[in-house]
């Protein structure tokens, strides 16, 4: 159970991100190609995205990899603060209201826009 909300935070804060991207620092930005190479058929929306990126943790690039344990640690606290919301509005939201309440690392991704 704690797997599948750490999941969906990580994949609002993944969604709230991808709409701040431009930058190769962004968890979205650094697994793109990732995610077109291995779960590219992966239908979006409940956490599907971040659990076929982590099925295949082995063969994401570095970047990617390390991104992931980006999304890993602040899936909790995104949760706790905005629940499991998955639209992009919503969450893009919650996480700009809720920006002084994430810890230095999540504040820091989510800059990197």
């Known amino acids: 159970m704690k797997a599948r909300h750490l999941l969906a935070g990580g994949l609002l804060l993944l969604c709230a991100l991808s709409s701040w991207a431009g930058n190769a620092a962004t968890p979205q ?6 995610y077109s ?4 058929d992966t239908q979006p929306g409940g956490g599907r ?6 099925a295949h943790q ?4 570095g970047a990617c990899q390390a991104s992931m344990g980006i999304i890993s640690q602040c899936g909790e606290q995104v949760k706790k ?14 996480l700009q209201a809720h920006a002084n ?5 999540c504040r820091a991704a989510i800059a990197s826009r």
């Open 29 to 34: 930005s650094a697994c793109r190609a990732d």
């Open 37 to 40: 190479r291995l779960c590219a």
């Open 49 to 54: 995205i971040a659990q076929c990126l982590k």
């Open 58 to 61: 082995a063969e994401l690039s």
């Open 81 to 94: 603060l905005c629940g499991t919301q998955t639209g992009r509005a919503e969450a893009r939201q919650c």
């Open 101 to 105: 309440d994430l810890s230095a690392e």
